[in-house]
């Protein structure tokens, strides 16, 4: 029989495997954090329920890959403080989000005739309104805390992002960037809407 601890060696991950792929997590974190905040920033209100829905689900994922990636970033030997707390500045934006996300679909419930919701507590639309435009309310409340989260967050990112890519080698630094610029592009095709902001994140203050 195989020693059970030489199969757990072997499939343990070093901190020189994390450290290798550090710039390879480092742009995956930031090409979909800044995707996701673009797509906050987007008008999108005036869409429908299940269009803001959509658009919502699409910003938990960008920012679940963010995590992912911010995650792993932060396994290395060379991460720093500031690395943490934005990995938990991700976790909360992610809450907040999935709150109003959350708060969307109670919307729906309460606006379809047919769904269970109206079907269990054998309510006229029009008894439905009210609570369906609280819980849009409660939606909204809690996606305007997020952009001002986001307004306080962009100076810090921006200096986060400076920092991890000066401690970066010169091979390093390359990867990155090959890394950000193809994985930026695979993005926003994948995430592409017909409302794009015109202003991008980077340059917003």
Known sequence: ???????????RVS?????????????????????????????????????????????LKLLQTAQHHAFLAAKTTSANQPEEDFL????????????????????????????FLTQFLSAAKEDCALPALHYRRRADDILQGVWHLLRLAHRPYRALQTANTGSLSA???????????SFHTEVNER??????PT???????
Do not use: K, W
Not at 171 to 181: C, D, Q, T, W
């Open 199 to 205: 202003t991008p994140v980077a340059a917003r203050t």
């Open 171 to 181: 091979e390093e630094l390359v990867r990155y960037r090959r890394a950000y610029e």
């Open 88 to 115: 938990r500045f991700l976790n909360l934006i992610s809450h907040n989000v999935q709150s109003a996300h959350s708060m969307m679909q109670h919307q729906t419930h309460l606006e379809n005739e047919e769904g």
């Open 15 to 59: 901190a020189n495997d994390f450290n290798l792929n550090r710039p390879i997590h480092l742009a995956r974190r930031d090409v979909h954090f800044e995707r996701a905040v673009e797509l906050l920033y987007m008008p999108f209100h005036e869409l429908d329920t299940t269009a803001r829905i959509r658009h919502v689900e699409s910003v």
């Open 1 to 11: 029989m195989r020693d059970i601890t030489v199969e757990r060696h072997e499939t």
């Open 191 to 196: 995430f592409a809407l017909e409302d794009q």
